[in-house]
Nanobody, 122 residues
Framework: QLQLVESGGGLVQAGDSLRLSCVGS????????LGWFRQAPGGEREFVSR????????EYSDSVKGRFTISRNNGQNTVDLQMLSLKPEDTAVYYC???????????????WGQGTQVTVSS
């Protein structure tokens, strides 16, 4: 099973930027679709972004499109999420995840990190 560890979360003010990173270990990292999800208190786990194994295809939820950028470095076994113009509504625990499928559904991802807290104050 692929092991994933997120980092980079923290407390920021509205309008600030933050970069999240996720490091994977295990076999065939470069063969996985990688995604970012988030979960606010009392909320469900929500799709944020995904990136294809090669890094050539990306997808974003409407709520973050134009503000967030996903990228990966298969040589380093990492996937990043650059978050710009953060809003209080972005406050959540952010998780990276890996899938053998092309999907935006959490149930399609077989490996998950532990999560990193992002808090955006107003």
């Amino acid at each position: 099973q692929l092991q994933l560890v997120e980092s980079g979360g923290g407390l920021v003010q509205a309008g600030d930027s933050l970069r999240l990173s996720c490091v994977g270990s295990g076999r065939a990292f470069s063969s996985y679709v990688l995604g970012w999800f988030r979960q606010a208190p009392g909320g469900e786990r929500e799709f944020v972004s995904r990136i294809s194994p090669s890094g050539e295809v990306t997808e974003y939820s409407d709520s973050v499109k134009g503000r967030f950028t996903i990228s990966r470095n298969n040589g380093q076994n990492t996937v990043d999420l650059q978050m710009l113009s953060l809003k209080p509504e972005d406050t959540a625990v952010y998780y990276c995840a890996a899938s053998r499928q092309v999907t935006t559904l959490a149930k399609g991802y077989s490996s998950w990190g532990q999560g990193t807290q992002v808090t955006v104050s107003s």
